[in-house]
């Protein structure tokens, strides 16, 4: 009785929507119709790190779809200059349309028609598989019924060539062909894609992580699984002062201070004057910022650079030292080095081994108390968390990252985390303590998320420092951290990272990082089949997407492991990565023919693409492929339709038998 009330209670609040039973009937056959429609295309990317114009390149031209629709229609008869030309003005609508006046001047008109007639004929190719509905929905309004009687009218059809060539004329003639050619080629940006997955790490390295999070802000429909790189500025804009050390250490490291003060108005100026102070006389030769030859700005600043470098990485090890000793539970003991240091001597002893340090200077260190913050860090620690919690557009992004991520998403067969899941050298899920509770395998990942959700959304005390000047924010908040470089961490995975020893001991086995079991074991078929059923995944279907460690494709490794059950799309987007692996990055698109992996070459600039209407160099490769079409109802979204149609059926019994009564 309770479940027939319930189900009635349900219909009722569907009725406030659906009034009568036509309304119930077309909304019946409106969903019925998509779920026979092709699925839609997913495109994943990961391993970002800042590259935003290889990234926005890449967007734009749908990991090569866009070109190759064009090729479709065109075959042999455009030549090659032309279809690069249509494809630059389809990538960079307003870049190209300002390049051509400046190369064409007056005539522009002729331009325009033909240009015109074709972004039309690629934006019919884009929208074919998506009921009209949907593609009205896309289109802005001022244009919505101009483009769509462009888009449903047939050139083929001699009686409406005219009516046709009409609206195209009348558009130049007016002065608006400008505004409807950029109108049309954002409509193919937001249909040529159904939905985009960045398989994590946004952040570090490259310049343009702002840009990327503004693009991704304004973008249709994404979703992204947390990387290492990602929790660390996620924790640092959060408030933990560990994290946000390490942000301006990297950031510092790698030249890439414009992020902070231009992008996210970081004021760095106390760093720079608690550097002056602590370290005027110290010339940090182990600190130098790297990657300075194309930074003039930066450049002239290199010894300063160095000081706040040194400064803020000093600062980092007292904050993780801190963070250590108060969880013994993380058991990363061993990453307690700072009593290590004979400091009258310059040398470190671990593990029974005496090592000479690279550098010896630590004016800021109490060596009775190593790992205690003095007066003038305490401060300077103040202003700069003051600093990123004030930060408004960090703060945006950080929101941004929240609601459209995830440590893990299960999707149309596919699992997708960025790095790992910690396992045992037997092939068993590691059990790991998480904020008190000891968990494994998919509980792990549901558990990490729901700590780094709490970090933010919970109770935080990060701003308050006790007398001793001990950092003693919540339990969430530290377990950032942990996320960021622990030895268990589903983002991290490896024995320890080996930050200090980099700067401070020339011996190249203690800088050495030792993977996880998980590494290894998950180039092995057995082994992801597990993986897959943990999350209710079909081994026989389904597929495990991953970043986190670049391909060295110049060494012959292959994205494809476990005879392609898992698929590892980190290919170097960032420049610095990309000696490594020989390529600029791999992506996968994801239609309803299968899945093509897509390996890409460097990419030159924008300016080169807008101008010459040179594309990125891109390597198909088919991994699955079938005759039969992949339906929408084939697809996740595909089953909440479906379910949907069910409680239409039903609502639609209701009105024909009386049970609810209709509305006109």
Request: with cysteine; net charge negative; hydrophobic share 35%.
């Amino acid at each position: 009785m309770d479940n027939r009330r319930e189900e009635e209670r349900y219909l009722r609040l569907l009725s406030e929507k659906y009034p009568n039973e036509a309304s119930v009937a077309t909304e019946i056959v409106n969903k019925e119709a998509i779920l026979s429609l092709p699925k839609g295309t997913e495109h994943f990317l990961s391993d970002l790190h800042g590259a935003d114009g290889a990234f926005l390149h890449v967007i734009k031209n749908a990991s090569g779809v866009i070109r190759r629709k064009v090729d479709d229609i065109y075959g042999d008869t455009l030549p090659e200059e032309e279809k690069r030309a249509l494809c630059a003005m389809i990538y960079y609508p307003e870049e190209r349309l300002e390049y051509c006046h400046q190369t064409r001047g007056e005539l522009m008109d002729e331009l325009y028609k033909r240009r015109l007639m074709q972004v039309v004929e690629v934006a019919r190719a884009v929208t074919v598989k998506y009921t009209r509905s949907k593609v009205r929905k896309r289109l802005p309004k001022e244009f919505a019924y101009i483009i769509e009687e462009l888009l449903h009218e047939s050139i083929a059809e001699p009686d409406r060539q005219d009516y046709y060539r009409a609206i195209i004329d009348s558009i130049v003639r007016i002065g608006k062909a400008e505004d409807l050619l950029k109108a049309i080629c954002h409509v193919i940006h937001h249909l040529v894609i159904d939905k985009l997955h960045i398989v994590g790490d946004i952040f570090d390295r490259g310049p343009g992580a702002p840009r990327i999070m503004e693009h991704l802000c304004a973008y249709h429909d994404f979703d992204l699984q947390w990387g290492n790189h990602d929790i660390e500025w996620m924790g640092a804009a959060a408030g933990n002062l560990a994290l946000i050390a390490t942000v301006l250490r990297v950031s510092i490291r790698y030249a890439n201070v414009e992020t902070l003060e231009e992008d996210y108005s970081i004021n760095l100026l106390p760093l720079a004057t608690f550097a002056l102070d602590h370290y005027g006389d110290d010339p940090c030769t182990f600190f130098q910022t790297k990657d300075l030859e194309n930074n003039t700005r930066l450049k002239r600043s290199a010894g300063l650079m160095a000081k706040m470098h040194k400064a803020i990485a000093i600062l980092q090890f007292k904050l993780e030292g801190q963070t250590i000793l108060h969880h013994p539970e993380y058991h990363m003991e061993d990453r307690l080095l700072l009593d290590k240091i004979d400091y009258q001597r310059g040398t470190i002893t671990l593990n029974g081994t005496t090592y000479p340090l690279l550098d010896t200077r630590f004016p800021t260190i109490d060596p009775l108390h190593p790992y205690e913050l003095s007066e003038d860090e305490f401060a300077l620690m103040e202003q700069l968390l003051h600093s990123f919690r004030r930060s408004k557009r960090l703060q945006k992004h950080l929101r941004a990252l929240y609601q459209h991520g995830s440590l893990y998403l299960v999707t149309n067969n596919c699992l997708l985390y960025h790095a790992a899941i910690p396992m045992n050298a037997d092939g068993s899920f590691a059990e790991v303590e998480v904020c008190g509770k000891r968990v494994s395998g998919k509980v792990l990942m549901e558990r990490t998320d729901e700590v780094v959700r709490e970090a933010y959304y919970g109770d935080n005390h990060a701003d308050d420092f006790c007398t001793t000047h001990v950092y003693r924010p919540s339990e969430a908040l530290d377990y950032m951290w942990y996320l960021w470089c622990g030895p268990d961490s589903p983002l991290y995975n490896k024995d320890k990272m080996t930050t200090f020893e980099r700067y401070f001991i020339a011996d190249d086995d203690l800088q050495k990082e030792t993977k996880g079991a998980y590494y290894e074991l998950a180039n092995h078929r057995e082994t992801c089949e597990l993986i897959l059923r943990e999350f209710g995944l079909n081994p026989a279907i389904g597929k495990i997407i991953n970043g986190h460690t670049p391909v060295h494709t110049l060494s012959g490794e292959s994205p494809i492991r476990a005879d392609g059950l898992r698929l590892v799309i980190d290919g170097g987007f960032s420049k610095p990565y990309q000696k490594q692996t020989g390529i600029a990055g791999y992506t996968l698109i994801y239609n309803s023919h299968g899945m093509q992996l897509v390996e890409h070459k460097h990419f030159d600039s924008l300016d080169e693409a807008v101008r010459s209407g040179a594309d990125i160099h891109s390597q198909v490769q088919i991994l699955d492929f079938s005759q039969h079409r992949m339906l929408v109802r084939d697809t996740d979204s595909g089953k909440l339709l479906e379910e949907q149609v069910e409680n239409l059926k039903q609502l639609l019994y209701a009105y024909r038998h009386g049970i609810i009564q209709e509305r006109f």
